[in-house]
């Protein structure tokens, strides 16, 4: 239960940086998105500010045109000028259907807009009535000064119109000028804090794996080392007798199907017992610990080595070919206590006593074999200690 707990607070701390980065990208790709899109907009408002002031422009400049082809025409009489005059009122008016319609959104632009038509109306009519007096009359001196003050007027009228309208028009473009320079800095400002934020999570979601990593680590390096603990004798670090029997049923299992012979040596120290009586727990275990090492260095990696308990050891000899090989071993073992084992500066007298059974001469199963390998071992100790026995014999 207490794993599952701990399986589940490992996700939830990998998965909780993780949903605070997607809420903050989601926060900070939706605020870009509305900056950017209010970017655009005002854009747009600024791009349709620019036509209209083009567009106030072109017709100041078409108002111009058609009042130099109407002042000609009375001039001079000369009929073409009126098709200049007909070209500036078309164009006039064309400017104003575009103004008209560009100007939707902008109130006083509007406003300000239908006024300045009803005067390009009023100057257009007061055009017309020039030319009439002048296709009536055939004289322009009678009229002259009077349609000349009346046409400045409202042309004056008209430029003062057109200069407030243009005014307006700037005053809206620098207005939309500072909301896109707002809309600007908000999207850097917003891109900035996106990648802080992004780097800042990713950076506590990285030492908080690492974290989690070091702690999956250490329960590994512990559950491993427990393992061990449970299989190895803690003095010596041999396999124990747990291991003794899992290693003899696995190789009992490949022997029975491949039809190959292994041996089992029992080995118990002699002299141990007076050791420990004689120089105490401290030596004693020492001793035990250099005969594991002794142990080591004469047999091969394929062999089995473990503490059986006590002063007991077994070896678990699986690749051989011949008994002589066995013996060869056996005496092997004997000779590295042909002479005192030196163990915190003590010179200690020690022998071995070997018991030896093998698969399948001496039994078929795992507890019939240790029991024969433990047999002959007491035969050796009962033959005069220090030397090696097999089963039977």
């Not at 009228?157 to 707002?182: C, H, S, V």
């Not at 022998?351 to 001469?361: D, K, L, Q, T, W």
């Not at 507890?367 to 002959?376: N, W």
Request: proline share 2%; glycine share 6%; with cysteine.
């Amino acid at each position: 239960m207490s794993m599952v707990w701990g399986m589940f607070n490992y996700k939830r701390r990998i998965l909780i940086p993780l949903i605070i980065a997607v809420i903050i990208l989601c926060t900070s790709m939706t605020w870009l998105f509305i900056a950017m899109y209010q970017l655009v907009h005002f854009s747009e408002q600024k791009d349709q500010v620019d036509r209209q002031r083009y567009n106030i422009a072109a017709l100041g400049k078409a108002i111009t045109n058609a009042e130099s082809g109407q002042r000609g025409y009375l001039l001079t009489g000369n009929t073409l000028f009126l098709d200049t005059l007909e070209q500036g009122r078309a164009e006039t008016f064309n400017v104003i259907a575009h103004v008209e319609q560009e100007s939707t959104g902008f109130n006083a632009v509007h406003t300000e807009l239908q006024a300045l038509q009803r005067l390009v109306h009023r100057k257009f009519d007061s055009m017309d009535q020039g030319i009439q007096v002048q296709l009536r009359a055939g004289s322009y001196a009678a009229h002259l000064s009077v349609s000349k003050d009346k046409g400045r007027e409202l042309m004056t009228q008209i430029n003062i119109r057109l200069r407030e309208l243009d005014g307006m028009l700037a005053e809206l473009r620098a207005k939309f000028e500072r909301e896109i320079r707002e809309r600007m800095i908000a999207a850097v400002i917003g891109a900035m804090l996106l990648c802080l934020l992004i780097i800042l999570v990713l950076l506590f979601s990285y030492r908080n794996t690492t974290q989690l990593l070091e702690q999956v680590w250490q329960s590994q390096a512990v559950t491993k080392k427990l393992s061990h603990q449970a299989d190895h004798d803690l003095l010596t670090d041999l396999p124990n007798r747990r291991s003794v029997y899992e290693h003899l049923n696995n190789i009992y299992d490949v022997s029975r199907h491949d039809s190959k012979p292994f041996a089992i040596f029992f080995m118990d120290l002699d002299g141990f017992k007076q050791v420990n009586d004689q120089y105490g727990h401290e030596v004693g275990d020492a001793l035990l610990v250099e005969v594991a090492n002794m142990f080591r260095k004469v047999l091969r990696q394929t062999d089995f080595l473990a503490r059986q308990g006590g002063d007991e050891f077994v070896l678990v000899v699986s690749s051989y070919l011949y008994r002589m090989e066995l013996v060869q071993l056996a005496q092997r073992l004997i000779q590295l206590f042909s002479r005192p084992v030196m163990v915190k500066n003590q010179p200690l007298n020690i022998g071995v006593s070997i018991g030896i059974a093998e698969y399948p001469h001496h039994g078929k199963q795992v507890k019939q074999l240790l029991h024969a390998a433990d047999k002959a071992m007491y035969a050796s100790k009962k033959k005069g200690k220090n030397c090696y026995s097999f089963e039977g014999e």
